[in-house]
């Protein structure tokens, strides 16, 4: 029986996805891959987090969106899954707009992060 828990997110883009995960200091590696679980069990994921306890995180496609697979009972990351999707969340949309901004001739000039973790960020483009 398989441990596996699938968590749903909102993310769509591989390269920001891996982006949010470098700024967060985590150590991953592209796949496809093979996330390790209860019992020898694995589900294969585009972006696997591998732990010291010999359980992984993983970020798997399915069709729609990233999804966070992962066993539960053997999260051994820094505060908790709610507080961990949030974090690569905002690092995620943070690259999301800078890319997406830039491929519309728009660069960052100002970049602020406020006392409550939100990030102010002011676009410019230069006419020509």
Do not use: C
């Not at 700024?23 to 020898?40: C, H, I």
């Not at 496609?61 to 961990?84: A, I, K, M």
Request: no cysteine; proline share 1%.
């Amino acid at each position: 029986m398989s441990h596996f828990s699938q968590i749903k997110t909102q993310i769509r883009n591989l390269d920001s996805l891996k982006s949010a995960l470098s700024d967060l200091g985590m150590d991953w590696k592209a796949g496809p891959s093979e996330v390790r679980g209860y019992q020898g069990s694995t589900h294969n994921a585009e972006v696997v987090i591998e732990q010291q306890n010999g359980y992984d995180i993983g970020f798997a496609w399915n069709g729609q969106e990233y999804s966070l697979v992962t066993d539960l009972q053997f999260w051994q990351q820094n505060g908790s899954v709610d507080r961990f999707i949030k974090q690569v969340t905002q690092r995620y949309a943070y690259h999301t707009i800078v890319n997406e901004s830039s491929r519309k001739g728009f660069q960052v000039a100002e970049q602020q992060r406020n006392e409550d973790g939100s990030i102010r960020l002011v676009l410019q483009r230069w006419g020509a």
